[in-house]
């Protein structure tokens, strides 16, 4: 069964025993922890940005063979390919061009060196490819040497910074560093925010009579790699890679990369004549509402206070978005796709909440220790770190500083901070993601856990994922478990590998 209303979640849960629908036995002390924030950032893999943290498994553990990139004919390429475009995002001076990035060794550079590209993480670089199929032929069953092969930014996938000269490095020494979490999905933002939201995958009715028709992948019989065109390059020294239809959905229609909201903000404009609030359903890339439960649906029946707070929420709604500041991103916001959170309902009004420009509404209740017991914060696009339009240092700027407030709020002796990001953003890592199911989980990226319960100075190498803090959330409030952390755990289970952990490994209980 795809969905459950929350009544009949109710009545299944009211029918069954404790045991195996809720979350295991809480750890004591676990309800000292009376407020869980999680601050969720953009696109960066584990080694692009900490790599070089001490105790961590990083870059000092990467070896040639480790790190060596394969063609797509899996011969070795004798040097990376130039990084297409050039290294830096359009518009930025002084410009790293395309052909000052050639003949670069096949192996992890550091974008930042000062004896070489000297582009430090306040300039914005390129974006890069990150998306559901690529980014599992770029994993290539674990061997991580297909980054390049399927990236459409050339060697910009095996690029990372000195990550010790960001503000964020001394938070990790201060608290705890996870080094093994990894991005609950393949692919993208949009897909994660959905299994940040619910651990489930957005499913298009009737997708190949709707008007999503034309998006729909055209994927080979192992499921995971998509069919190249015919005048594909043959190499990844000739060129970006191209594919018969590197679509929004799956062949079974689930939407695995970017749609947008069926609800305003949306980038769909609302149908023409019709309801403000809506977006124009026709629009090809228009998601239509969807019914899943998600973690606030799971928190409202048990009576826990929760919010998601988006930067620049009322800016996008009041249809003064821009860019470069605040470029809201209305894909990252994965309760506006749902009916329970359609325009209008009581649940939309209590729970999606203006974070304000550069996140001030949100440091308001942080500093008045009204955050609610559960607290989702989204920054806005130019403080979210995302390459492309965003530095690494505005936003690990300004978390340090959400942060900063955190640690002074009246709430901060019974608080959890999580701090992670979506996704890897086709940036490359060297360690293989644990096998799970269809859906991921996808690259490593970077996690701190931030708490006066945390193991101070401490490097966390427990199995995580982003549904490790869905999995803290429902231990911590005695939820009732999401079908979907249960069926990734049985498919963890079913490839040898033990389940993913609950976050309570980096505190002091």
Known sequence: ???????????????????GVHAQGKSPGIDD?????????????????????????????????????????????????????????????PAVTEAQTAHLPNKPFAIDDPAGFNTGPDVVTHDLWHLF????????????????AYADSGALVMGHYDGSKLPLWSVAQKYVLADHFFQAAFGGSFLNHFWLACACTPYYPDADNSPAKS????????????????????????GIPKFVMSGLLTPDFYAVNTMQPPYQPSANKPPQGGDPAL??????????????ITIGDLLNLKGVNWAWYAGAWQVALDGKNARPVPNFQYHHQPFNYFTNYAPGTPARREHLRDGGLDGVEFIKAIDAG??????????QGNLNEHAGYAAVMAGDRHIADVIAHLEKSPQWAHMLVVVTYDENGGFWDHVAPPKADRWGPGSRIPAII??????????????????SILRFITRRFDLPILPGLAARDAALQANGLPPMGDLTNALTF
């Open 450 to 467: 931030v708490s006066p319960f945390a193991k101070k100075g401490y490097v966390d190498h427990t199995q995580y994922d982003t549904t």
């Open 33 to 93: 922890i009376q407020t869980v924030v999680v601050i969720y950032a953009e696109n960066r893999s584990f080694d692009n940005l900490y790599g070089s943290f001490p105790g961590a498994d990083g870059l000092q553990n990467v070896t040639e063979a480790n790190s060596r990139q394969l063609d797509r004919n899996g011969s070795v390429l004798q040097e990376l390919p130039p990084v297409w475009g050039g290294l830096t995002a359009k518009g930025v001076t």
């Open 133 to 148: 199929y690529q980014n599992q032929m770029q994993i290539a069953g674990g061997r991580n040497d297909r980054f390049v």
């Open 370 to 379: 009204s955050l609610p017991q559960v607290t989702f914060y989204k920054p």
């Open 279 to 292: 977006a124009n359903r026709e629009a090809p890339n228009t998601l239509p509402p969807q019914k899943e």
């Open 1 to 19: 069964m795809r969905t459950r209303s929350l009544v009949s979640l109710a009545v299944l849960v009211a029918g069954l025993p404790v045991v």
């Open 215 to 238: 998006m729909i992948s055209a994927v080979e019989a192992d499921g995971v790699t998509l069919k190249a065109t015919a005048n594909s390059p043959a190499s990844a020294m000739d």
